[in-house]
């Protein structure tokens, strides 16, 4: 069997379009998830976007790290586990091995799934803190307010809501002695550096809703320190307190880059948190202050989502209505899913859930068009000529289709950057249409048998508008575009974004198989 040279040489187009790729890595972060509960299409959600914008980078170019994992401390956790009657050490492993295993059955293709009970991460959190105190940024003291064990999190007065916290959680008043971080100070400094787009926040609301925040409530001291219960680090020089979640998860994402080693300023100059909407106040007033108070940058960019409903009701226990993510890959299998999550809502809007909506993704597109124009092309040169057609001498009628295929880098990368792979998936889809569209206006089974070359000249057209389209969509559907590129015997070293051009088209001559050519589709 011929394949295809990877030996093929690279246009001045493409080496531009690598000279514009940034110097520093891509750093991509899921916020980690808290043992106390089972994952849910949530986490799921979160994770596979994280994954499909390090693919695409890594397939643009970049060096990329993503980085997942497990918070694992505080009362909750400690709770949970003498429900259960075992050791929290115990509970939080057996909790974490399910985040783990979510994020491989997704295959998601993290670098590093971190434990906030990993021996780095206590080292970190301690160098961290003894450099918040150096510089002056703790304080020992008191504190008497609203407190909400759900949330983590204190309350003022004005911000509960019908005596609960704006969440709905219930809240219990609490006094305690706290070591504090003067976060206070850095209320000014915060909302320059978001008007000045120094950090990013995506999408443009979320944005909109931290500088609201800022320029309407006055920052307190942020509580960073606990005496009511045990289960979690100690503070340095204080074994009395327990670092409290502020900064013993958010400094995970220094813990995986090599913090306090050198090796994590190269990976914090183009780092991306990726979190749900509920959880943004924390990423991007606590941790920004925090990192300034410790000497570091701030994040460069924080990406928050929407949360999901399920026929459009909120995703609720009580309701029985939650969303097992791996029931969604028994019944509908993997590709299937990552494209439903990843196209049916903008990033940063809500998303509902349905079985019908399902269907439409899985049959009404990935079957119905891809598949179907995938096993016809194939099943055409199999048939007829089992061979690759020649390149040289295209169909005119195909060049606007062709055009379509060789924009599509440049139409795409904007778009996962933002994390709209909605509007990402949008571009491939209008191609594969557009190609159904064309195959069928130029019927290659009449022309069969009237002229043959003209034909070849379709299905030559036909097969490398596939070829650009499985390159495409690699990020989003690994497995079932490694497969069909397989299936197309493009060599793996022919598989990068920069591939997505002429230059690159297969060779003629190549022999195919007797396969059908499969995609992914529904029930």
Known sequence: MRRASSLLPVTTAAAAAAALRPASPVYVTTPIYYVNAEPHIGHAYTSIACDAACRFARLDGYTTKLVTGTDEHGQKVEASAAAAGVEPMEFATRMSSKFRSLADSFEVDYDRFIRTTDSDHSECVKHFWEKLEENGKIYLGAYEGWYCVRDECYYAESELVDGKAPTGADVEWLAEASYFFKLSEYQDELIRLYETDEILVM?????????????NQDLRDLSVSRTTFDWGLRVPKDDSHVVYVWIDALCNYLTAIGYPSEEWRTWWEDVTHVVGKDILRFHAIYWPALCLAAGLAPPRRIVAHGWWTKDGAKISKSLGNTVDPNDLLRIYGLDATRFFLLSAVPFGSDGDFSRAAMLASANGFLANAL??????????????????????DLDSNADSLLTACYALPDAMRPRVRHYRFDLALQEVEAVVR???RYFDAAEPWQLKKSDTSAMLRVLSASLETLRCVAIAYQPFMPTAATRLLDQLQ????CRSIAHIHPDYRLPAGMLYGDQVMTMVGGD
Request: some cysteine; hydrophobic content about 40%; proline content about 10%.
């Open 203 to 215: 999408p443009k609301a979320r944005k909109n809703e931290v500088l609201a925040f800022l320029k």
């Open 434 to 436: 557009a190609a159904n």
């Open 490 to 493: 493009v060599p793996p070293d």
């Open 371 to 392: 598949g179907n124009l995938a096993q016809r092309v194939c099943t055409m040169l199999f048939k007829h000529q089992a061979q690759t057609p020649g390149s040289d």
